[in-house]
């Protein structure tokens, strides 16, 4: 079932649930992707979301009516998948001193430590979608286990690179914020930087693993990352 | 020697801001951008620039700038307090005129007693490379404009010019209207079905006050609060610019052109873009009322607002000089009765 809402003469949300959800996500990516590959007149530019796609446009090049027809044409086709996306390796250290929450995390869900970082990086995660900071993914689904909800204080400061829980969900902080998510690990990749076109490392859909790392492995990769030498590992995700 | 337009003060909030930068917010980047297109268009155009160029937007207390260039041609918009000019004299320049600034003058932007925002633009801009597209400051992500940042004393922002162009200065034939007295109107949604029959009634017939909690990303409003009828969290999408966002406190945010690209507070409604300059110009303490609109009444309202600004810009013309008019008088008149139709 999709709905098409108005947000304000220059927004038009085409939603396709309410829930987080990788079928209700596909769906979005499917109808972003084939907006961006033959964008209907006045389209400014598109946010693809865990259940809805945004399409920004231009209200003197177009109106709701005309570019809700010209979407509606577009929802279903699957063949438009033309950018490739990718499923990146990310490098975390699990150790203490970049895992603030991590015994907390273990011992409300009646795990060891290692259970945690052994289920956290014992899977693929899929980037639903970029938003609430430059860069920051919203990844899932999370090992069942491992799902809690978001801490009672957040916290004012939590560094660049942080690896965090909460919900069905994980993330990685790209620039220092305030944040309310259980801290267990931290990677030492850029996933931000408005020298590099795209900005960002990620894009929604694509798929995010991560291998643990020790610290002295940590270190030497943020060297690496700073001189601009370290590039992160992916593969090509046939769609 | 490279021209500069050196800062002396920064003012509260002084930023670069063309017409913000747009394709990245798949990538979580905000627009930013001018909160009043409106005036920075008409500032632009004003020197002789690209509408669309970025210029200085001055929120709250205005900045002054010593010029260390030959000299420069600029033009305040926005607000009518003009600016001051002390060199060998000082004079007192209106809004909605160009004027040429030499080596050594001082320039300090009145205080705006009628508006929140205002804009001076330079002739020729400035040589400050871009970044993704576009000279707007985002100063959370510390992304364009000046170093990513608001000017402070001590900055020195190069000019693209080595001296103002040879010609007559320019003025507006009619300067607009600040639109206070005006209802800011909207469209209701994208989730006004998360919220209670009488929040939407509320929000259609009470008047609300511009909080102090204001700033370029949302202006949160004073007033009577708005009732959820189900939960307050929804799964994250998409905001756009003028989205009206309730958290669980009730009381309304108005989403401006930093906002964060998605959330998950439900949105009651959403400021038509026609409408945006004038949110943009809302101090605190001003009072809010909204009135609904359908998307096609949106639609011909940002039409009519575009032939406006067009027809304000064809009406550009060549102005008399500032000597011999008394304008601290004049300004001082304008001011004080609140109706401003034109110069003389």
């Known amino acids: 079932m999709v709905t ?70 577009l929802i279903g086709s699957r063949s438009a998948r033309t950018m490739k996306s990718r499923h990146w390796k990310v490098p975390v250290c699990y150790e203490a001193e970049h895992a603030p929450d991590l015994h907390d995390v273990a011992e409300r869900s009646g795990l060891t430590p290692d259970d945690v970082v052994a289920m956290h990086s014992g899977r693929a995660y899929r980037v639903y979608m970029i938003g609430f900071v430059p860069g920051y993914p919203y990844m899932g689904d999370l090992d069942e286990r491992l799902v809690l909800p978001r801490r009672e204080d957040p916290r004012t400061r939590v560094p660049v690179g942080a690896v965090a829980i909460a919900t069905s969900l994980t993330a990685i902080y790209p620039v220092e914020s305030p944040g309310g998510w259980h801290l ?16 960002a490392l990620f894009s929604p859909g694509d798929k995010v693993s991560f291998q643990p790392v020790d610290s002295r492995r940590f270190e030497r990769i943020r060297d690496e990352a700073a001189k601009g030498i370290y590039t992160p590992e992916y593969q090509e995700i046939a769609s | 020697m490279t021209s500069l337009l050196r800062v002396a003060t920064g003012g509260t909030q002084t930023t670069l801001q063309d017409l913000g930068r747009f394709g990245y917010q798949r990538f979580g980047l905000p627009v930013a951008g001018a909160l009043d297109p409106f005036s920075l268009r008409l500032a632009n155009a004003l ?110 922002l190069p000019l693209t010019l080595p001296r103002a162009s040879e010609r007559t200065e320019r003025r507006l034939a009619a300067p607009p209207s600040i639109g206070h007295e005006c209802a800011i109107r909207l469209i209701l949604g994208p989730q006004h079905e998360a919220f209670t029959r009488e929040a939407v009634e509320t929000l259609l017939t009470s008047t609300f006050t511009v909080s102090r909690d204001v700033d370029r990303m949302g202006m949160r409003l004073d007033g009577p609060t708005l009732e959820h009828s189900g939960g ?113």
């Open chain 1, 184 to 199: 267990i690990g931290a990677t030492p990749i850029r996933l931000f930087d408005p020298g590099d076109t795209p900005p």
């Open chain 1, 4 to 73: 098409f809402l108005p947000a304000g003469d220059t927004g038009l949300v085409v939603e396709f649930g309410d829930a987080i959800d990788p079928t209700i996500n596909e769906q979005v990516m499917d109808l972003d992707a084939a907006i961006r590959a033959e964008p209907p007149e006045g389209v400014v530019e598109t946010v693809p979301t865990f259940r809805s796609v945004l399409i920004h446009f231009d209200p003197l090049r177009t109106s709701a009516e005309s570019l809700s027809e010209s979407v509606r044409a």
């Open chain 2, 47 to 156: 020197v002789g620039n690209d509408p669309a160029a970025a210029a200085i937007e001055i929120l709250g207390h205005g900045p002054t700038f010593e010029v260390d260039a030959e000299s420069v041609r600029v033009a305040f918009t926005g607000s009518h307090a003009g600016f001051e000019v002390n060199g060998e004299e000082a004079t007192i320049v209106p809004s909605y005129r160009s004027h040429t600034v030499y080596r050594g003058e001082r320039l300090a932007v009145r205080a705006m007693p009628d508006s929140q925002v205002g804009y001076l633009a330079v002739e020729g801009g400035f040589e400050i490379e871009p970044v993704l597209g576009s000279l707007s400051t985002y100063t959370r992500a510390g992304i364009g404009g000046f170093g990513g940042r608001a000017l402070r004393g001590g900055d020195a």
């Open chain 2, 232 to 344: 307050f969290n929804l799964v994250s999408d998409g905001i756009a610019t003028g989205c009206i966002q309730v958290p669980g406190s009730g009381q309304p945010i108005v989403l401006l052109a930093d906002h964060q690209t998605t959330g998950g507070y439900p949105k009651i409604g959403s400021v038509i873009s026609a409408d945006i300059p004038l949110l943009g110009r809302r101090r605190p303490g001003d009072n809010i009322r909204f009135k609904e609109v359908s998307v096609p009444q949106a639609e011909a309202a940002r039409r009519s607002a575009e032939r406006d600004i067009l027809q304000a810009i064809k009406s550009i013309a060549d102005a008399p000089p500032l000597r011999g008019i008394d304008l601290d008088c004049l300004y001082n008149r304008n001011l004080i009765s609140g109706v401003i139709d034109a110069w003389d």
